[in-house]
């Protein structure tokens, strides 16, 4: 396992969680970094992606206003910052990476992949 995504729990309707993406023993401090979520019996899908500057972001519909991608280069992590969490939020998220120059937002475009935290809300 290449990247380890933390963070995940139970969480009521309306809180919020931070979860972390490191990558220990391997940089990708240069590589495009992205969130995505797999629900039960649905496919994985798209949350936010970041440049590798940290210059450029963007987000899925579902969650633009309620969630942030940032990264910390120097501790070769990327974070999202997830608020007023509501319970169709409820899935395993997954960290990736992808040496790109520019942001890419399809799981087939990532190379390399955590192994998933769980995030369940209740309502």
């Known amino acids: 396992v290449q990247l380890q995504a933390y963070g995940g729990g139970l969480v009521q309707a309306g809180g919020s969680l931070r979860l972390s993406c490191a990558a220990p023993?391997?940089?990708?401090?240069?590589?495009?970094k992205g969130w995505f979520r797999q629900a039960p019996g649905k496919e994985r899908e798209f949350v936010a992606a970041?440049?590798?500057?940290?210059?450029?972001?963007t987000y899925a519909d579902s969650v633009k206003g309620r969630f942030t991608i940032s990264r910390d280069n120097a501790k070769n992590t990327v974070y999202l910052q997830m608020n007023s969490l509501k319970p169709e939020d409820t899935a395993v998220y997954y960290c990736?990476?992808?040496?790109?120059?520019?942001?890419?937002?399809?799981?087939?475009?990532?190379?390399?992949w955590g192994q998933g935290t769980l995030v369940t809300v209740s309502s």
């Open positions: 990736a990476a992808v040496n790109n120059r520019g942001v890419v937002t399809t799981t087939r475009q990532y190379d390399y």
């Open positions: 023993g391997r940089t990708f401090s240069s590589y495009v």
């Open positions: 970041i440049s590798w500057t940290g210059s450029y972001t």
